[in-house]
C-alpha cells in the first residue's frame, strides 16, 4: 500500500487537513506500506515557501513521518505538458477563450457537481478563427467531454467499504485542464501526480468525491492505473461549515501556539474524537 497527502501551500493547515492526513499515515502504517508527501504548488500567484515549511512542520508535530523527499508539482510541469499534447493529438482538447465571467452570464451554463457546465462556445470554432485568436487572446485548455467518453466507454472506481461506483464526468461538462496561469488543472495534475507515485490507495475528504469522475476519465484515456478510493467525511466547524483555511481558530499552527500534544490530536482524530464544537459530516 502507498498513500499520499497533498497540500497546497497557500495557507495554514487547519483540523480538517490534520484529520486526511492522519487516516492515510495511518492506513499506510498499518499495512507497511508507505506514506509520501506531495506539494500541490502550482498555483503561482497564491502557492508560498514558507506555507511549504509550516505543512511539513505541523504533519512532525501531529507525530507523522513521511517515506522519501516531498515531491513538488512544480517540478513535473513538463509531465503535465506531455500529457496534454497527447491528449491534444487525439483531437481531446480544444483551445477556449471564454472568461469566467462570460460563463457565469451564459444562459445555457448549467450547473454540475463542480458548478456552472461550459456551454461549450468554442467547442466548434472554425480552424481559421482558433488560428487567429490563438495568437492574440488569453485561452484555456478543455477538455472535449462528450468525445472522450465516447473514446472509453462506461467508467467505474471502487469506493473502499462501498463496492464499485459508476463514473459520470458528463455532468461535469468541458472541463480545464489547463491554462496560462496554470499549467495543469487540480483534476490532470492529480491524477498523473497519484500514478507517477505508484498511489495504490487515495484517501481524501468527500467534498473530491465527484472529482473521481474525472480522474478516472483521464485515467483511461492516458493509459494509468485505477488506486482504491476512500473518501471521508469532513471537519466542521461550530457553524456547522466544512473548515476552510480561513478558518484560524482550527489552524494547526494556532492549536500548537496553544499547547495542544500533536500526536494525542492525531490519536483523537484517528478515533474520530473531535475538539469541542468541531465535528465530522458527509457533504
Not at 469506493?159 to 487540480?186: C, F, M, N, T
Not at 483534476?187 to 474525472?214: E, F, K, N, Q, W
Not at 480522474?215 to 456547522?240: I, W
Request: aromatic content about 6%; some cysteine; glycine content about 8%.
Amino acid at each position: 500500500m502507498l498513500t499520499r497527502f497533498a497540500p497546497s501551500p497557500t495557507g495554514d493547515l487547519h483540523l480538517g487537513h490534520a484529520y486526511s492526513a492522519v487516516l492515510a499515515h495511518d492506513a499506510a502504517r498499518a499495512a507497511n506500506g508507505r506514506f509520501v508527501i506531495r506539494i500541490d504548488d502550482i498555483d503561482g500567484s497564491r502557492s508560498r515557501e514558507d506555507y511549504v515549511a509550516a505543512s511539513l512542520a505541523d504533519l512532525v508535530w501531529l507525530g507523522l513521518a513521511w517515506d522519501g523527499e516531498p515531491v513538488r508539482q512544480s517540478a513535473r510541469l513538463g509531465d503535465y505538458a506531455t500529457a496534454l499534447d497527447t491528449l491534444r493529438a487525439r483531437g481531446l482538447v480544444y483551445s477556449c477563450f471564454c472568461t469566467r465571467a462570460d460563463i457565469a452570464a451564459s444562459l445555457s451554463a448549467p450547473h454540475g457537481p463542480s458548478g456552472p457546465v461550459y456551454p461549450g462556445t468554442c467547442r466548434d470554432l472554425p480552424a481559421a478563427e482558433r488560428e487567429r485568436r490563438m495568437a492574440t487572446e488569453p485561452h484555456c485548455w478543455r477538455l472535449d467531454m462528450a468525445r472522450a467518453v465516447l473514446t472509453t466507454g462506461a467508467l467505474a472506481w471502487e469506493e473502499q467499504g462501498q463496492g464499485e461506483r459508476v463514473a459520470d464526468p458528463l455532468a461535469h461538462g468541458d472541463i480545464v485542464l489547463a491554462r496560462k496561469d496554470a499549467p495543469a488543472s487540480y483534476h490532470l495534475a492529480s491524477t498523473l501526480d497519484d500514478a507517477m507515485m505508484g498511489v495504490t490507495h487515495i484517501i481524501r475528504g468527500a467534498d473530491l468525491l465527484a472529482s473521481t469522475d474525472v480522474h478516472r476519465l483521464l485515467q483511461a484515456l492516458l493509459g494509468l492505473p485505477t488506486p482504491l478510493y476512500r473518501h471521508h467525511p469532513l471537519v466542521c466547524g461550530p457553524d456547522g461549515k466544512r473548515l476552510a483555511k480561513r478558518d484560524a481558530a482550527a489552524s494547526l499552527a494556532s492549536l500548537r501556539a496553544a499547547g495542544v500534544d500533536g500526536p494525542a490530536l492525531a490519536a483523537d482524530l484517528l478515533a474520530a474524537r473531535l475538539p469541542t464544537g468541531y465535528s465530522l459530516r458527509m457533504p
